[in-house]
């Protein structure tokens, strides 16, 4: 069974970049769809993006569309989430999750492994 580890949240001004990494252990990491999910406080979380097995499919929710990117490097067995133009709403605990699937897109619902998460907070 694979198992993810989020790495790089951070305090960062609005406007300012950061780039959060997933790093899987197990193997095949490339059978498994990533998702960068956010949740903040008070609020339900949130699909944010997703890749596919093989990186070649991508998706976005519209609040960030533009801003963020997702990839993946299978032979590091990890995937990141390039955030960049920063704003206070982007403030949340951002969670990395994967399912083993050659579907895609895939259903929020449809992640089941998960990581700790890693917090981002924008404020100046």
């Known amino acids: 069974q694979l198992q993810v580890l989020e790495s790089g949240g951070d305090l960062v001004r609005p406007g300012g970049s950061l780039r959060l990494s997933c790093t899987g252990s197990g193997h095949f990491f490339d059978y498994y769809a990533i998702g960068w999910f956010r949740q903040a406080p008070g609020k339900e979380r949130e699909l944010v993006s997703s890749?596919?097995?093989?990186?070649?499919?991508?998706r976005y929710a519209d609040s960030v569309k533009g801003r963020f990117t997702i990839s993946r490097d299978n032979n590091k067995d990890t995937a990141y989430l390039q955030m960049d133009s920063l704003k206070p709403e982007d403030t949340a605990m951002y969670y990395c999750?994967?399912?083993?699937?050659?579907?895609?897109?895939?259903?929020?619902?449809?992640?089941?492994?998960w990581g700790q998460g890693t917090q981002v907070t924008v404020s100046s």
């Open positions: 890749i596919s097995g093989f990186g070649g499919d991508t």
């Open positions: 999750a994967a399912v083993r699937t050659v579907l895609f897109p895939v259903r929020p619902e449809k992640f089941n492994i």
